[in-house]
């Protein structure tokens, strides 16, 4: 399964140990990311330092693996999707996952109900990914 993984996701499985981190890790899963996202983790490095339950050399180490494991996708690759993302996306500040799914064409893993209220691109969430692996 091929999805576009959502900067919430990712920050929700640096923070605390849970189901979610499992399954970012999981063979059967193939997972990206627009490029954007490695700033996002930059900006609010401090903040998920803060809140997570594990200790700084974990934190680094799981970022090592996840520049491993998910794929990111540079905006020039999408780019031209980027008008129907912004299009269908109904949070404003969404596009780029839309543009990069569409693009990809595979679905968005996101927990943000709103995500679905479209019908171009299919937005699972996490307890919908756990059964569809």
């Keep these: 399964?091929?999805?576009?993984?959502?900067?919430?996701?990712?920050?929700?499985?640096?923070?605390?140990?849970?189901?979610?981190?499992?399954?970012?890790?999981?063979?059967d899963i193939k997972l990206y990311c627009p490029e954007f996202i490695i700033e996002e983790f930059l900006k609010y490095e401090n903040e998920?330092?803060?809140?997570?339950?594990?200790?700084?050399?974990e934190f680094v180490m799981i970022m090592h693996m996840l520049k491993d494991i998910i794929s990111v996708v540079p905006k020039e690759e999408y780019v031209t999707f980027m008008e129907k993302g912004v299009e269908i996306s109904p949070d404003p500040k969404d596009p780029l996952y839309f543009a990069l799914a569409l693009k990809?064409?595979?679905?968005?893993?996101?927990?943000?109900?709103?995500?679905?209220?479209?019908?171009?691109?299919?937005?699972?969430?996490?307890?919908?990914?756990?059964?569809?692996?």
Excluded: P
């Excluded at 999805?3 to 063979?27: G, H, R, Y």
């Design 104 to 133: 990809l064409n595979c679905a968005i893993w996101s927990n943000d109900a709103k995500l679905k209220k479209q019908d171009k691109v299919t937005v699972y969430n996490t307890t919908e990914v756990m059964k569809l692996v």
């Design 48 to 57: 998920i330092s803060e809140k997570m339950s594990r200790t700084r050399e």
């Design 1 to 27: 399964m091929e999805l576009v993984i959502d900067a919430n996701i990712l920050f929700s499985a640096l923070i605390k140990n849970s189901f979610t981190a499992e399954l970012i890790f999981n063979d």
